[in-house]
């Protein structure tokens, strides 16, 4: 599982906190499990291929197929399309995460 943030930036880079923009995702190698943004007025369903963005950000939560390249490719009207890529592994047993001390 990847937990993917996206952002919308101006030509400077930095997020433009008023952008509420429709993101359209598409995914290859895997799942898009859920997308948010934090708005609490937004009742889109989570499990969806489009998401606005709100104060210039948002979510994507995605889910491997199996073991190789995941990839998530953003577009939405106006902007320059994006996309990133992980490398997913299979692992060896549960993963497990000790608890903090």
């Not at 359209?24 to 895997?30: A, D, N, S, V």
């Not at 963005?53 to 979510?59: H, Y």
């Not at 197929?65 to 992980?86: E, I, K, M, N, T």
């Amino acid at each position: 599982m990847a937990h993917v943030t996206f952002e919308i930036v101006d030509s400077a880079g930095m997020v433009v906190p008023t952008a509420d923009d429709l993101v359209h995702f598409t995914i290859t190698g895997g799942s898009i499990l859920a997308l948010d943004n934090a708005d609490l007025q937004d009742h889109d369903p989570y499990r969806s291929d489009h998401r606005h963005a709100f104060n210039g950000r948002g979510l994507a939560i995605l889910r491997a197929a199996q073991p190789g390249l995941l990839r998530l490719a953003a577009s939405a009207d106006g902007l320059r399309p994006a996309s990133v890529s992980v490398q997913v592994v299979r692992a060896d047993g549960p993963a497990v995460i000790p608890p903090a001390r």
